[in-house]
């Protein structure tokens, strides 16, 4: 089993930046695909990055692509996503994923390993 933890998220203004982790413990992550997904109220759950295990690979919701940057160190077993320029409409639980399988990454379907979240408020 892996267990995921997120942290990092918080209250910033529009424009600002946060900078998320997700700890990941239990066995390495390091041939695990993860990715981030956010969940608004009222909303369904949205990709927003993934990266592959090695790192080489990354992908981006469009709403974040140019802002966001995912990355991992797996000596950490940690992954990261930065995020800039926020925006009021970025505001949502984050959600921190993996998966050993391949597949779509951008599809929380093939996902095995989900953390509890961490809350990200952007104020305008």
């Known amino acids: 089993q892996v267990q995921l933890v997120e942290s990092g998220g918080g209250l910033v203004q529009a424009g600002g930046s946060l900078r998320l982790s997700c700890v990941a413990s239990?066995?390495?992550?390091?041939?695990?695909?993860m990715g981030w997904f956010h969940q608004a109220p009222g909303k369904d759950r949205e990709f927003v990055s993934a990266?592959?295990?090695?790192?080489?690979?990354?992908y981006y919701a469009d709403s974040v692509r140019g802002r966001f940057t995912i990355s991992r160190d797996n000596a950490k077993n940690t992954v990261y996503l930065q995020m800039n320029r926020l925006k009021p409409e970025d505001t949502a639980v984050y959600y921190c994923?993996?998966?050993?399988?391949?597949?779509?990454?951008?599809?929380?379907?093939?996902?095995?390993?989900w953390g509890q979240g961490t809350q990200v408020t952007v104020s305008s």
């Open positions: 994923a993996g998966t050993p399988r391949g597949g779509q990454m951008s599809h929380g379907e093939i996902y095995d390993y």
């Open positions: 239990g066995r390495t992550i390091s041939n695990y695909a």
């Open positions: 990266i592959s295990s090695t790192g080489l690979t990354t």
